[in-house]
């Protein structure tokens, strides 16, 4: 048994509208070997140590579900037990999850897809780990597969551990609370590193947090609740009750203040936090000095300051409100006359809501050195017997995570102590702060019954109020996510993502212009880069989640547009859990056999993720019937159809039920974009003017352009603007590299177009035949290498009847293929279809192949050329008729000019050499 790959989806997919994790596993020989052939000697020993399995539903959909699967028939197989497994590790490591899906693999028998949820990545691909060596230890050896534990392997200790590793990776307790708080108001958020730093919202709205520090929290406040005496003097000036203090750096001194200050006191570090080096009650000169050289284990400057009698409370204040009250009770044992206290200890820790850290509601109890110090003073020790009913304490002070417990005391606080705390917070000027407040009772007044402020805390814990060991939980986190985000104030910023095979790259661009026209500040996805504000940010293909993030993490964006291709959904899904608008603008054979994807169904599947996360409005090409299809999966309040066919009949169905449609009408003056609504027909443009649509003739282009006003307009973007933005986007290199590039400067014209699969290069032939030309028509043709052989082979006959020559050519990367392999394959499919042989030439190379479409063709002629590295190809498209050339070999440019001031002159890589009306000049590839 193992795992052959892995996938991790960080948003949604596939499988889920939510993050997994996908191992495809290899059973060998344990396929033969379902759970009930196995038996009781591998199912009871599961379920025996890992009990929550029995509250795992299944199939059955109700607890013990899953139990019976494994008992039932043969049983069940054990890429579905180490699912189960995985999951049930990570809830005992205290994670919320509960999906999982595990399915044999058609036509690999053994071989599984097993699928489950996960909250951290790093915790689930653990858990599966555990889960698989787990499934090793159960089995007879005779069945033990490499990787298996020895016989020391030891669960209960993997288990601990593994309980460790999560809670380092997760979030606490107060973080988790406030992103549940979050999600409840349905805000957004992002982790941005390993730890606590969490973005709430997208793009210009977002706010952050650290644990219970926001982008709010004033640096003063943060270093004055941090300095405990500036704290002191400060909440004493405004008259109130807090202890004396005095700081000190030596022992002498210590004892010094103690005896000034009046026994009994209180020794802390100044800069110390969660009662580290905190010793409490010390009444004599012996006490202060251990008291001292334990706090010096947390700082250097330490203070004393006089002992209040009272409980320890805690009042947490959020935004100028008191909003929880917990009284803290240190971490202790009751005594009952028989055991020990380290028994009692253990009796203490087997209470289900203690565990590790911050695993669950209390943490457990641990003996220390304060914990003997305390035993000590008492004449105890950790074989002592207290007597029936006495408290005996293992820690001086009362944080939960040293053992304590709390109980919610909000409802029965005094308005004199809420009102303190209030003015407390107010005074240090923290928008989320704890007091520490000690008194005999918390109902009554401070000015009554006594009592002063140890301490006032920024970033204050949440878990004894969100979850108290006794008393009613306290929603702390929802007060401080309004505090963040008022009402009716926006947490999201719009999302539009594009799908489908061809388009996309040019659909994006087109709406990110019409945003942009519209007075946005816009976030870009592309095959090209990443571009923010029309300004390119990160360049390479960026259609996968990682870019998206980008997106929406950039403060200054206002509206992302994110085009969203099919390696990035199989490799990690999308990037966002949801978009305002998606659309699928087709589906055609691409990528096929690649990555598990075979049909054109299972690719449309893939391509549907989009459409089915959409809230607002699923864009759909009604001329596609796997496009068409998906409209059974949205849930988008609206369902918007694109069609270039006015007779279509779904459509015309779909306008009279009031729908909405984006329909291609001719009309006097040629084809018009109309906009279908609620029974209301509006025109919206002529296609001949639209630029990118070379006066109509690029009908691809024209059904881009209709997507990307049905998204605009499903955006809330005003008619005029979309019309302008259309009517000022055109298929220059500068706008939309590599998509339908046009150049006429020399006595031919040459297209470049970044075309690679049959469709785009169907919708490129077409686009050339509707071009008058009155000499040759010249064809640099490929395809890439990983494509399948019937796709290579359906380019070349597609493009067989529409051109007069030929060179076929081969992309830098061949992707597995031989050197010339693709060429020669489009050669011979070419030769099939009956073109002459003196019509084709194979130049692999592709800048060798460019340059002979350039130095062949006369006046008249037409080159398409269908580019790979787009950037070399149109400088040397550019560059050619002025005598200039580019020949880098793929490696060092060198840039030579027939002028004599620049005989022989070289450029580095990053310089070119611009002829224009503005004459010669040298310039660096992003300007001059």
């Given amino acids: 048994m193992r795992i052959e790959s892995t996938n991790v989806f960080v948003g949604p997919n596939v499988f889920a509208r939510f993050p997994v994790i996908r191992h495809v596993l290899d059973l060998g020989e344990l396929e033969h070997w379902p759970t009930v052939r196995l038996g009781e000697d ?43 497994i995985a999951i049930e590790l990570q809830v005992v490591a205290g994670s919320d999850v509960t ?19 996960f909250k951290d990545a790093d915790v689930g691909r653990q858990a599966s780990k555990l889960a698989l060596e787990y499934i090793g230890s159960l089995l007879p050896d005779n069945l033990k597969f490499n990787g298996s534990p020895d016989a020391e392997w030891d669960f209960a200790y993997e288990r601990d551990r593994f309980i460790r590793y999560a809670q380092r990776k997760e979030f606490g307790p107060s973080t988790a609370s406030l992103v549940r708080a979050a999600e409840d108001r349905n805000i957004p958020w992002l982790r941005l590193n390993r730890y606590s730093l969490v973005q709430f919202g997208h793009g210009r709205y977002q706010q952050r947090i650290q644990a219970t520090t926001t982008s709010r929290t004033s640096n003063i406040a943060v270093e004055l609740a941090s300095d405990k005496e500036e704290t002191n003097e400060i909440l004493r000036d405004l008259g109130l009750p807090v202890p004396k203090q005095l700081l000190v750096r030596t022992s002498p001194d210590a004892v010094r203040a103690a005896e000034r200050i009046g026994y009994p006191v209180v020794l802390k570090p100044l800069a110390g936090n969660h009662g580290r080096g905190v010793a409490i009650n010390l009444r004599t000169p012996e006490e202060v000095e251990v008291g001292f050289e334990k706090a010096s284990e947390h700082g250097s400057t330490i203070v004393v300051e006089s002992y209040i009698e009272g409980y320890d409370h805690r009042l947490l204040v959020v935004n100028g409100e008191l909003v929880a009250a917990a009284k803290r009770v240190p971490g202790h044992v009751v005594g009952d006359g028989k055991h020990t206290i380290e028994e009692l200890v253990n009796v203490v820790n087997e209470d289900p809501r203690r565990g590790v850290g911050h695993e669950k509601v209390l943490t457990r109890l641990e003996f220390d050195h304060q914990a003997e110090r305390l035993l000590e003073k008492l004449g105890y020790d950790r074989t002592t017997v207290p007597p029936k009913g006495e408290v005996v304490y293992l820690r001086s002070t009362a944080n939960l995570s040293t053992g304590g417990t709390a109980i919610d005391v909000t409802d029965v606080i005094h308005p004199d102590n809420r009102e303190m705390a209030i003015r407390a917070i107010k005074a240090i000027d923290l928008d989320i702060g704890g007091v520490d407040f000690l008194t005999k009772d918390i109902t009554e007044s401070y000015r009554d019954a006594g009592g002063g402020i140890c301490e006032v805390n920024a970033g204050p814990g949440f878990r004894m109020h969100v979850a108290p060991s006794e008393g009613t939980p306290r929603d702390v986190a929802g007060p401080v996510v309004d505090m963040l985000f008022p009402p009716d104030t926006p947490s999201r910023i719009p999302i539009a993502a594009v799908t489908g095979t061809n388009g996309k790259t040019t659909t994006s661009r087109m709406l990110a212009h019409i945003l942009k026209m519209s007075g946005r500040t816009v976030g870009l996805t592309s095959t090209d880069g990443v571009y923010i504000d029309g300004k390119l940010s990160v360049p390479g293909d960026m259609t996968g989640p990682v870019s998206a993030q980008m997106i929406l993490r950039d403060p200054s964006v206002d509206a992302a547009v994110m085009e969203t291709a099919r390696g990035g959904m199989l490799r990690s899904g999308l990037g966002f859990q949801e978009c305002n608008v998606a659309c699928c603008i087709n589906v055609t054979a691409d990528h096929l056999g690649l990555r598990g994807i075979d049909t054109l169904e299972q690719l449309a599947e893939v391509k549907r993720v989009p459409i089915e996360i959409a809230t607002d409005a699923a864009v759909l090409n009604a001329d596609d019937p796997l496009c068409l299809q998906m409209a059974d999966y949205t849930d988008a309040e609206k369902l918007s159809y694109v069609t270039m066919n006015p007779a279509h009949p779904l459509v015309k169905r779909h306008i009279q039920a009031g729908g909405q449609a984006f329909v291609l009408e001719q009309g006097m003056n040629g084809h018009l974009i109309s906009i279908y609504d609620n029974e209301t027909h509006t025109p919206l443009v002529w296609t001949h003017l639209i630029p990118a649509t070379i006066e109509g003739r690029a009908l691809h282009n024209v059904q881009n352009a209709m997507f990307a006003a049905a998204l605009a307009y499903n955006m809330n973007i005003s008619l005029e603007d979309i019309r302008q933005g259309l009517r000022t986007f055109d298929s220059s290199f500068f706008q939309a590299p590599g998509r339908m590039n046009i150049y006429d400067e020399h006595p031919f014209r040459v297209i470049l ?26 064809v640099v ?64 190379d592709e800048q060798e192949a460019n340059t002979r479409a350039l130095e062949m063709a006369e006046p008249g002629d037409l080159i398409l050329v269908l580019g790979d590295h787009i950037k070399r190809t149109w400088k040397q498209i550019i560059y050619f008729n002025s005598g200039s050339r580019v020949d880098n070999g793929g490696k060092k440019a060198a840039v030579s000019i027939d002028l004599p001031e620049f005989d022989g002159f070289k450029l580095a890589d990053e310089f070119e050499i611009i002829s224009d009306e503005r004459g010669v000049r040298i310039a660096r590839e992003e300007g001059d």
């Fill in 781 to 844: 043709l490929s395809a890439p290498g990983d494509r399948r052989d019937e796709d290579i082979r359906e380019i070349a006959a597609i493009a067989s009847g529409h051109f007069d020559y030929f060179i076929c050519r081969r992309d830098d990367n061949t992707r597995g293929r031989t050197d010339d392999e693709v060429a020669v394959m489009l050669k011979n499919r070419l030769l099939e279809e009956d073109i002459s042989p003196d019509r084709i030439e194979v130049v692999p």
């Fill in 753 to 778: 177009d970044y075309a690679h699969n049959p469709a785009a290069v169907k919708a490129m032939c077409d686009l050339v035949d509707r071009f008058e030309t009155e000499g040759r028509r010249i």
């Fill in 42 to 84: 591998f199912i009871g020993p599961m379920l025996e140590q890992l009990p929550g399995l029995y509250e795992h539903g299944c199939s059955y959909k109700e607890p013990g579900g899953f139990v019976r699967r494994l008992r039932e028939d043969e049983g069940t197989w054990l890429g579905h037990v180490m699912e189960h």
């Fill in 99 to 117: 999906f999982g899906r595990t399915r044999s693999i058609d036509g690999r028998p053994g071989f599984y897809n097993m699928v489950f949820q």
